[in-house]
């Protein structure tokens, strides 16, 4: 909020002769707590320890409907492409868990 | 292992905890509208800076734009334009110790400061759609994965900076420069995982409206926005508009780098949904788009009346021409409101003299000046980037 004011300040003594002053000012946010509501299923566990440290759950339980195959292809992506450190032991089980909560149909956020 | 980057031992322990603190919350949900779902969303938690937002996704933030944020003008206020990180952002940038490095195929390798960012050129100030490359990516039929945006993933804005070509000059292009690269202060979590870096021809770096932009609607970027500093491409999808500037790379060949040669790309030619193996461009330009913002699909109207249709438009990469309000068989020419410039949302309007019946799969349908007109049919793609088929609803006579 400061460096916006003192923005908006530099801008009308700027007036319109000359480009306005700019001034930066440190900046800082505390974003939200993300608090990892994940449906219950099998394999939920698995999906907690493997997949949420890099990303808010709603990233998986917003896909659409894809198939067994698809899952193992994007869980397979996020490991050779993103480097996540998922065990490789896990990866059915998390496949399982997003299977059962895209059959279950819930539409939930 | 670097500090502050994943181990599965630590991950582990961030997942357990934080599960343990789950509140369980009754929400307001807004749909989308997305064919088949899910479709609901959230709009909480709220983030520091913003108003009503449609959450998408807390970490990394992904936040939509309401589309009733379109119906009060052309430009997007702050703290609703739409969010979108790929990797973790810094939540704290300090100024004073903020450089920007300038390198690659240069006479001279600089680091920049703020004020020597800002003492590189002329202040332009230019108002330009950002636009994620997958924005309404949850309407395409058959679905496909990825962020399900609904149409918000687009805001515009007034940004203020300096041009890239006075940056680059600072340094001074070498022989044989053929692409401008930047990079932002956020970095993959994961080590050996493809930091989100983004390049552009020359041709478009050393344009008059490319932009090295530290103002947005005549305050500073917020950080969610890229604070201190990020890339404006005027009229190129926001992929390119790298966010917390910290690296301008001058590149002599192709970028073979993950987000420019494996993601981010689009078919060279129309597609199905069966085809497997087609070539790739990447996604740059913005095709023209329309939206009806004065009513929703399914509201009702008065029969016997006049009816007004309002909504905004866009060119995309080139300036605005026409807006058409079109139905099953008819179409009406649209009165185009004040213009901002050709990047910008454009107000158009449209009175139809009196409804006797159903309005059927209405849409506003725009061309732009390059010729570009928006199609009836959409352009399907695997990642659902660049949609921009009529948008159409349907209001009912009563």
Not at chain 1, 13 to 27: K, M
Not at chain 1, 88 to 99: E, G, N
Not at chain 2, 259 to 280: G, L, M, N, Q, W
Not at chain 2, 360 to 380: C, D, F, M, S, Y
Request: charged share 20%; with cysteine; proline share 9%.
């Amino acid at each position: 909020m400061r460096a916006a004011t003192i923005l908006v300040a530099a801008l009308m003594l700027g007036g319109c002769e000359r480009a306005p002053e700019v001034t930066f000012t440190d900046a800082s946010i505390t974003l939200p707590d993300d608090p990892l509501d994940l449906p219950p299923g099998p394999g939920r566990q698995a999906v907690l320890e493997n997949c949420t440290a890099c990303h808010s759950p709603s990233t998986m339980l917003q896909q659409p409907k894809v198939s067994r195959a698809k899952w193992e292809s994007i869980v397979g992506k996020m490991i050779a492409i993103y480097k996540a450190p998922v065990d490789k032991q896990a990866v059915p089980a998390i496949v399982d868990y997003m299977v059962h909560v895209q059959a279950t149909g819930a539409d939930s956020p | 292992m670097s500090e502050g980057r994943l181990t599965r031992r630590a991950l582990m322990a961030s997942a357990g905890g934080a599960v343990l603190a789950a509140p369980v919350l009754a929400q307001k949900l807004v749909d989308l509208g997305l064919p088949g779902g899910p479709s609901l969303r959230p709009i909480e938690p709220a983030f520091p800076g913003k108003g009503e937002m449609i959450v998408q996704r807390i970490r990394p933030p992904l936040l939509e734009t309401p589309m009733a944020v379109f119906r009060e003008g052309v430009i997007t206020p702050n703290d609703r334009h739409f969010v979108r990180w790929n990797w973790d952002m810094p939540t704290a940038v300090n100024a004073a110790a903020h450089r920007v490095a300038v390198g690659g195929a240069v006479r001279t390798p600089v680091s920049l400061t703020l004020d020597d960012i800002v003492a590189a050129g002329e202040q332009i100030e230019v108002v330009a759609i950002n636009q994620c490359a997958g924005n309404g990516r949850g309407l395409s039929e058959p679905r496909v994965t990825g962020t399900q945006w609904g149409n918000g993933a687009m805001s515009c804005a007034r940004w203020t900076g300096v041009r890239l070509k006075d940056v680059l000059a600072r340094a001074g292009l070498a022989p044989g420069a053929k692409r401008v690269r930047f990079a932002g202060l956020d970095v993959p979590l994961t080590d050996g995982a493809p930091q989100f870096i983004k390049s552009i021809p020359l041709d478009i770096a050393l344009r008059d409206d490319v932009l090295v932009a530290w103002g947005m609607n005549g305050e500073p970027l917020p950080l969610l926005h890229g604070f201190p500093l990020r890339i404006v491409v005027p009229g190129w999808f926001s992929t390119y508009w790298v966010k917390m500037l910290s690296t301008v790379e001058v590149l002599t060949g192709e970028d073979d780098s993950y987000y420019v040669a494996d993601s981010y790309r689009f078919p060279a030619r129309t597609i199905t949904p069966e085809d497997k193996d087609f070539p790739t461009v990447p996604i740059t330009a913005m095709p023209p788009r329309a939206f009806i913002t004065s009513h929703a699909d399914g509201a009702v109207v008065t029969k016997g009346q006049p009816l007004t249709l309002e909504g905004i438009a866009m060119g995309g990469d080139a300036a605005l021409s026409s807006v058409d309000l079109i139905g099953e068989g008819w179409q009406v020419g649209c009165t185009l409101g004040p213009d901002e410039g050709p990047y910008a949302f454009r107000r158009w309007s449209a009175t139809i003299p009196a409804v006797t019946s159903d309005l059927a799969n209405i849409g506003a349908r725009a061309a732009n000046t390059k010729g570009a007109v928006q199609p009836e049919v959409l352009h399907w793609n695997p990642s659902g980037y660049a949609r921009n088929v009529i948008e159409r609803i349907t209001l009912r006579a009563q």
